[in-house]
C-alpha cells in the first residue's frame, strides 16, 4: 500500500564512495522529485522529473544524477560522495501543479 | 530573494488548547499554499492546501487561513492532541509554471504538553 517508497532507509558511507538511492511511486503520478532536508530540518527541492524528463535541476552538484527509468521511478546516484552530502533525501510524486506527497526518507550520513 | 518563513520555531500548547501556527511568504505570485506535518523519522506528511482564490480552507480539526495582502499563512489546530506533536512546513509554489516547484518555511515544532 505504500504510495512512495524509497530504499535505503539508512545509508552510511565512506567519503568518496558513490551510492544509490531508490525512490518508486505507485500513485500513477507523472511528476516526480528529489528534496535534501539538511540538519536544521530545512528542506530545498535538488530535481524534478516529468514523464522522465528533467524539470528542475537546482544548482546541485554535478556529482548528483537523478535517473528515471519509467515515470513511477526516480533514483538518485551521488557521485564521489562529500561530508556535506549527510542530510536526509525525499523523494516525492505528485500530479501536475497538484499536491506533492512525500516517501518515508533515506539518511545518508558520510563518515 | 525568494523564501517562505515562519514566525516562531517552537510552539508549545496544552492538550486540548487550540494551535496557531503561522507562515510568511515573499513572492505575491505565489497561487498555491500547503502545510505539512513531519514526525520524527517520516516524510512529510500533506495535512491541508489552500490556492490563492480562497481565504480559508477547513478540514478534520485543521484550518488554513491565507491573507494576501499581507503574504500570511496560518494552520489553526483545534483541540490539539499529542499525536499533533511535529514539525509543521509550510510551502507554496511560484509562478504559474507547471514545474510543481515547492518553496518550503524553516518548520515550526509544535510540542503538546499532557
Known amino acids: 500500500d505504500t504510495a512512495v517508497s524509497q530504499t535505503p532507509k539508512y545509508l552510511v558511507t565512506q567519503m568518496g564512495n558513490d551510492k544509490s538511492i531508490k525512490c518508486e511511486q505507485n500513485?500513477?503520478?507523472?511528476?516526480m522529485y528529489w528534496y535534501k532536508q539538511d540538519s536544521k530540518k530545512f528542506l530545498k527541492i535538488m530535481f524534478s522529473y516529468n514523464n522522465k524528463e528533467l524539470i528542475i535541476n537546482e544548482t546541485v552538484p554535478n556529482r548528483f544524477s537523478p535517473k528515471s527509468p519509467d515515470k513511477a521511478h526516480l533514483n538518485l546516484h551521488i557521485n564521489s560522495l562529500e561530508l556535506g552530502d549527510s542530510a536526509v533525501y525525499f523523494c516525492?510524486?505528485?500530479?501536475?501543479?497538484?499536491?506533492?506527497?512525500f516517501g518515508p526518507g533515506t539518511r545518508l550520513l558520510v563518515l | 530573494g525568494e523564501s517562505v518563513g515562519l514566525h516562531l520555531p517552537t510552539l508549545s500548547v496544552q492538550e486540548g488548547d487550540n494551535s496557531i501556527i503561522n507562515c510568511a511568504y515573499s513572492?505575491?505570485?505565489?497561487?498555491?499554499f500547503i502545510w505539512y506535518k513531519q514526525e520524527s523519522g517520516k516524510g512529510p506528511q500533506f495535512i491541508i492546501d489552500?490556492?490563492?482564490?480562497?481565504d480559508k480552507r477547513q478540514g478534520q480539526r485543521v484550518t488554513v487561513l491565507l491573507n494576501k495582502t499581507v503574504k500570511h499563512l496560518s494552520l489553526q489546530i483545534a483541540a490539539t492532541q499529542p499525536g499533533d506533536s511535529a514539525v509543521y512546513f509550510c510551502?507554496?509554489?511560484?509562478?504559474?509554471?507547471?514545474?510543481?516547484?515547492?518553496?518550503f518555511g524553516q518548520g515550526t515544532t509544535l510540542q503538546v504538553k499532557p
Open positions: 500513485l500513477g503520478h507523472d511528476t
Open positions: 513572492n505575491s505570485a505565489s497561487d498555491y
Open positions: 516525492a510524486s505528485s500530479a501536475v501543479q497538484e499536491t506533492q506527497y
Open positions: 489552500i490556492r490563492s482564490n480562497m
Open positions: 510551502a507554496e509554489t511560484q509562478g504559474s509554471s507547471n514545474t510543481g516547484k515547492l518553496i
